[in-house]
């Protein structure tokens, strides 16, 4: 029978700790296990994060009350004493699997919660692995992500041009993208957010962010589709942000005809009174008498009416933001098809001269 010192012997042998970055890069696709209270996991958490919480936020807080008030003994115990009933429960909810047992955990502090759990997994046949410094550790890493310098390219064009759907087909042609609305989970525009899913908070927009990055080549360059500070809800980083408004943009030109087709796929399909409460968000900049114009083409179910409407207004910002970029930094491609692989090509192959002129940014 195996001995108390040899089980922990064997289960500190299972346990490896990781540095921010090297923690993300091993847990890309495997995983992660936040265990702090759920109404911190709620605040911001790591890309594909799983909370197992150890406590609950009451319990989190008692805990807390009596290290400042009794001190650290008397919470470890009374931390023990909550945990003691779950560890049962933990071990089942976080799913170990036979083929591939690597877990990667974290908490705040990449203290006590995080540790006691890679003890307890680590006596049940995992290899856990601990995130030093816990989640405050990864923020830091995070926000010094947006400061690194990046080769970007910028995607821009009018509303309805196909730029989501040519950024990824770019992708397709071995190109590098950061697609900020898939990580905003939300398209931008006032009408952005009606094919949103749950919102995420600002902190988790943050870490995808920071984790697609990660993952780039910094040494190549990044395609990026044009936007403003602010998609929805979410704020682009003003480190980032600040590169992107210095970085080369190339246009999509596209006949009004064409966009419009693209708009009625992306949006036609949505309610008539979510796509009429978005249009009254933005009354104050439309005006009155267009913005019931616009209200009554969707009430009837003429969104080709509708659109007509709106295109001036939208393309009256988008040339309003252009004009803050320099000549010598467009260039501007012609498309004259709706299809986004054919495009891609197109920009691809007229930016080459753009491309090369990049300058090379060394290795991190």
Same mark, same amino acid.
């Given at each position: ?302 969104? @080709? ?36 692989? @054919? ?22």
């Amino acid at each position: 029978m195996m001995s108390s010192s040899d089980a922990g012997e064997r289960s500190e042998t299972r346990v490896h700790r990781l540095e921010a970055e090297a923690f993300i890069r091993a847990a890309r696709g495997k995983r992660i296990l936040d265990v702090r209270t759920p109404g911190e996991f709620a605040k911001g958490h790591l890309p594909g994060a799983s909370n197992l919480p150890l406590f609950s936020d009451a319990e989190r807080a008692e805990i807390g009350t009596l290290y400042k008030q009794v001190g650290r003994e008397q919470a470890i115990l009374r931390g023990l004493e909550i945990v003691g009933p779950k560890m049962e429960q933990l071990v089942r909810a976080a799913h170990i699997d036979v083929s591939d047992p690597a877990v990667y955990v974290h908490c705040w502090r990449g203290g006590m919660r995080s540790e006691s759990l890679a003890w307890l997994l680590g006596l049940s046949g995992s290899r856990a692995h601990v995130l030093i410094g816990g989640y405050k550790a990864f923020r830091n890493f995070a926000l010094s992500k947006f400061s690194q310098p990046f080769r970007l390219i910028i995607l821009g064009g009018r509303t309805g041009s196909g730029k989501t759907g040519i950024l990824h087909a770019l992708q397709r042609l071995g190109e590098q993208i950061i697609d900020l609305e898939e990580l905003a989970m939300h398209k931008g525009s006032v009408f952005g957010g009606l094919h949103s899913g749950q919102p995420i908070t600002q902190q988790t927009f943050e870490n995808a962010l920071a984790v697609a990055l990660e993952e780039l080549d910094p040494s190549r360059p990044v395609w990026v589709e044009d936007e403003s500070q602010r998609i929805g809800r979410m704020r682009i980083p003003d480190d980032f942000w600040r590169q992107m408004a210095h970085a080369p943009a190339v246009i999509v030109e596209m006949p009004v005809v064409l966009r419009k087709q693209i708009i009625l796929t992306d949006y036609g399909d949505i309610d008539r009174d979510q796509l009429s409460e978005a249009v009254q968000r933005i009354e104050k900049h439309l005006g009155g008498l267009r913005t019931r114009q616009v209200i009554e083409a969707i009430a009837c179910g003429n969104l @080709d009416k509708a659109c007509d409407l709106l295109i001036p207004y939208y393309d009256k910002r988008y040339d309003y933001a252009l004009q803050r970029r320099h000549e010598q930094d467009i260039l501007s491609v012609r498309c004259e098809t709706c299809d986004a692989e @054919d495009n891609a090509a197109k920009i691809l192959q007229a930016a080459q001269t753009l491309l090369n002129s990049m300058p090379t940014l060394p290795l991190s």
